[in-house]
């Protein structure tokens, strides 16, 4: 959640990369770069430095019990360690994309979950370190993967380094910074629902929490598909605006809607007909598994109601219009709390369920109406 709140270094990267590359200024893009990169660096050890209140505030809220919060400690404490790499990562990985390189992208991700793996299994199952060989697996990966793409970035592109008033150039820079601030506030709406969402669920015990963990894997084995799409509307979607092509545009926008829309009902189906066996193979919690069933149905949901949120981000990420993402995730924050607070006294879990289905759903009814006002203005 710590770094997720950090993902503007990536999409605000992204989006004015892709605009560079469609008007064929590839200075403005090596410029870009290297602006982020400096953001990047400089959040990664504010994060380092406050990294002990940090993770007493966030334990706190959570209301984890002493072993739970023990062993998230020290993880933490571990991992921490990576985050310098991990910002620097995201800067890159959004670079690739506005480069229109998603492939170097993929690599670079392979790579790193490879080296994870490789390494957290060695640790834990060779030498027996338990959390702390997973902790440091992930913090070996994320600095090998960060080492990875600074070499891809250097080999294929040799990026000129500009002069440093040109990076730190007050009119850009501010106007970097209010793209990012847009971003930084719509993913901090975006982290207090999924925080709540979790805390909502260790209020009502812990089988409760468990399984709607594991129901959010659904959520997220959907989302990693759709975010390819989003991917794709981000890098391309900023192309096509870089060079004013709205007619590409627009033909983008179509495809992209309807095959999240096929996506969506795919998923769904999905879930709807495997579901308790892919619960039964992310769990040997007898109790647990049986408590996620009962709210399947919600999850099953979640892909309908959801697919437009990821299609029109992309777009929007690609587009540069950041004041309107941010505008739409507030209202869905706020449907949200309202139906959670509205209804929980009396639904309980479902009741959490519902608002975060609304949540997912108002996010992208918002930007598609946001989008068809601006085009007709």
Not at 127 to 153: F, N, P, S
Not at 324 to 341: E, G, H, I, K, P
Request: charged share 10%; hydrophobic share 55%; with cysteine.
């Amino acid at each position: 959640m710590l770094y997720w709140l950090c993902g503007f270094l990536r999409m605000g990267t992204t989006g004015l990369t892709a605009r560079a590359v469609g008007a064929g200024d590839f200075h403005a893009s090596a410029t870009t770069l290297y602006r982020s990169l400096a953001l990047a660096l400089t959040m990664g050890l504010l994060l380092l430095l406050l990294s002990r209140p940090i993770a007493d505030v966030v334990l706190r809220f959570m209301d984890a019990d002493g072993d739970t919060a023990a062993l998230a400690t020290t993880y933490f404490r571990i991992c921490i360690f990576g985050a310098p790499a991990v910002m620097v990562s995201y800067t890159m990985s959004g670079w690739f994309l506005g480069m229109q390189n998603s492939r170097a992208q993929m690599w670079v991700a392979i790579a790193t979950n490879v080296i994870n793996i490789a390494a957290s299994a060695t640790l834990v199952f060779g030498l027996g370190w338990k959390i702390e060989g997973v902790a440091t697996g992930t913090l070996v990966a994320q600095w090998a993967g960060a080492a990875v793409a600074a070499a891809v970035i250097m080999v294929k592109y040799h990026p000129a380094l500009p002069p440093l008033r040109e990076i730190f150039a007050i009119k850009p820079l501010l106007s970097f910074f209010r793209i990012n601030t847009d971003i930084f506030l719509r993913t901090a709406c975006l982290v207090a629902v999924t925080l709540w969402f979790t805390h909502a669920g260790a209020l009502q015990g812990n089988d409760i929490l468990a399984a709607n963990a594991l129901l959010m894997q659904l959520f997220m084995l959907f989302s990693f598909f759709m975010d390819g799409f989003a991917f794709a509307g981000e890098a391309l979607g900023g192309k096509y605006d870089g060079r004013s092509d709205s007619s590409s545009l627009q033909s983008l926008i179509r495809s992209l809607l309807l095959i999240g829309l096929c996506g969506a009902v795919l998923f769904g189906a999905l879930y709807a007909a495997a579901g308790e066996l892919i619960i039964s193979l992310l769990s040997d919690n007898s109790t647990v598994r049986s408590v996620a069933v009962r709210y399947l149905p919600w999850a099953v949901a979640v892909p309908l109601c959801g697919f437009l949120a990821f299609v029109w981000d992309g777009i929007f990420v690609g587009q540069v219009r950041t004041r309107a993402m941010l505008v739409s995730m507030a209202v869905a924050m706020a449907v949200f709390f309202a139906l959670y607070f509205s209804l929980g006294p009396c639904m309980a879990n479902h009741g959490l369920w519902l608002a975060f289905d609304a949540y997912l759903l108002v996010r992208g009814a918002v930007e598609w109406w946001i989008y068809v006002k601006i085009k007709n203005c």
